[in-house]
């Protein structure tokens, strides 16, 4: 099989009047999707790591997510709504742990 490299870059997209309470990093080191077959259902997996830092590049929190989601049939369909399934799993994961800094200023 076949592996790419991706670049990652900081993308910065600045708007008036909008100051960020928070900086997300995030590295996505899997985002795999295996399709069912016959009558065994696919499934989908994300590994990656996060951390937020507020303005100031202050860490606030980090962590790992690594999550199997089941991707029931075997349709593309099937595979883009468990990664779905993940992705809000892995945004909610981050704001628990936003959770316990929730009381510090940015």
Not at 69 to 90: C, I, M, Q, V, Y
Request: net charge neutral; glycine share 10%; proline share 8%.
């Amino acid at each position: 099989s076949a592996c790419a490299a991706i670049e990652v870059a900081r993308i910065s997209a600045p708007m008036p009047n909008f100051g960020p309470a928070y900086h997300v990093t995030l590295r996505v080191e899997r985002f795999e999707s295996t399709r069912g077959e016959g009558d065994q259902n696919g499934s989908v997996l994300l590994d990656a790591v996060w951390a937020v830092s507020n303005p100031k590049g202050e860490p606030l929190a980090s962590g790992r997510f690594t999550q199997t989601e089941p991707a029931p049939g075997n349709s593309f369909d099937a595979l883009a709504a468990a990664h779905s399934r993940n992705l809000t799993k892995l945004s909610g994961a981050i704001a628990s742990a936003l959770n316990g800094t929730a009381g510090e200023k940015p």
